[in-house]
């Protein structure tokens, strides 16, 4: 494949910052409840959007499956397995309060998704200098994750009060999060056990720009399916679909736009992971995660998250994200 390093750093950063905004357009949905966005967000995010860019931009995109089967179950595999992981994330948060989940569960997500793809591929290349540089860049976005995370909690000390940290929960809520933390970053090695689907698509008159879009289109349904079955449990149980009828058309708007905007974070992390070479689904994947976390807290400041939070919390954030952009830049000079 094709390997520009300014044009894969550049979609890259399309990718992070798409990651980190993309629920901006739920603010305002203030009638719907979470599963109400969600269940929107995952039809528009995970089947509707990923398909028709799939079909759009792949020829012959089912034959490349259909010669592909092996490769295929494999990518459905790590799909399913990042749809409950992506659920085992809000229960982490609610088990153990923001503060001691977020750490856990992206440094997890970071690290893993980050580390593994190396180990995969090559496991000496850990010891390499461009190796050894990916992980003390890990290291200090591990270090930016949980400063954040404080500053986030210290912003908003109620999610703290309403977790319930104690005895079987607590046990419970690290097993939660250690699962969500690992099952997290399968979307990647579905990207990186995909890599022969992407060729396929390539010898058939793809360009390599959107080879990644035949790997999205199933590991994205088959996280679809979690994610779907978990909304219509929530809106049986909390009794909240009625919220569907008493809604204006411009709430499925918005939640549809979040959908759109985070697929096209994926799309922009493919794209741009393809283009950074050999290390790309390690260098993008690190790059990615870090930027998200960033252009989430700067959208957060922006749309007045932080008003009223204590002098102390925002010091703390500003000093986190002073780190992950630290971290970044150790990684994106690799």
Request: charged residues 10%; contains cysteine; glycine residues 10%.
């Amino acid at each position: 494949m094709e390997i520009n390093i300014s044009a894969g750093m550049l979609l890259v950063v399309m990718a992070g910052t798409f990651s980190g905004t993309f629920a901006i357009p739920f603010k305002f949905n203030t009638r719907w409840q979470w599963e109400n966005n969600w269940i929107i967000w995952t039809v528009f995010a995970l089947l509707v959007t990923p398909w028709i860019v799939s079909l759009i931009t792949v020829p012959d995109l089912f034959s490349i499956y259909a010669d592909s089967m092996d490769n295929v179950l494999l990518v459905a595999l790590f799909g399913t397995i990042w749809g409950i992981g992506a659920i085992l994330f809000g229960r982490g948060i609610h088990y153990l309060g923001v503060s001691l989940s977020l750490p856990i569960m992206l440094g997890l997500i970071n690290s893993v998704g980050t580390i593994m793809p190396i180990v995969y591929k090559d496991p000496a290349a850990l010891l390499e200098p461009s190796g050894l540089q990916i992980i003390l860049g890990v290291a200090i976005l591990l270090v930016g994750i949980v400063i954040v995370s404080i500053a986030g909690s210290k912003k908003d000390a109620r999610q703290n009060e309403s977790s319930d940290a104690s005895g079987k929960s607590f046990t419970l809520g690290i097993i939660v999060c250690i699962l969500a933390g690992i099952f997290g970053p399968m979307v990647n090695f579905a990207f990186v056990f995909g890599e022969p689907m992407q060729l396929k698509a390539i010898e058939s008159g793809t360009s390599s720009s959107f080879a990644s879009n035949t790997i999205w289109s199933i590991a994205l349904t088959c996280g679809f399916i979690a994610n779907f079955i978990y909304c219509l449990y929530l809106l049986q149980k909390n009794k909240t679909a009625k919220l569907f009828k008493k809604s204006a058309p411009a709430y499925w708007f918005w939640a549809a736009l979040s959908g759109v905007i985070w697929y096209c974070s994926v799309m922009f992390y493919g794209m741009g992971s393809n283009k950074l070479g050999d290390l790309g689904a390690s260098v993008g994947w690190a790059l990615m995660q870090s930027l998200a976390i960033i252009a989430g807290n700067v959208s957060g400041i922006l749309a007045g998250e932080w008003k009223g939070a204590n002098k102390s919390a925002v010091r703390i954030m500003v000093g986190g994200m002073l780190v992950l952009i630290a971290g970044v830049l150790v990684i994106a000079f690799v």
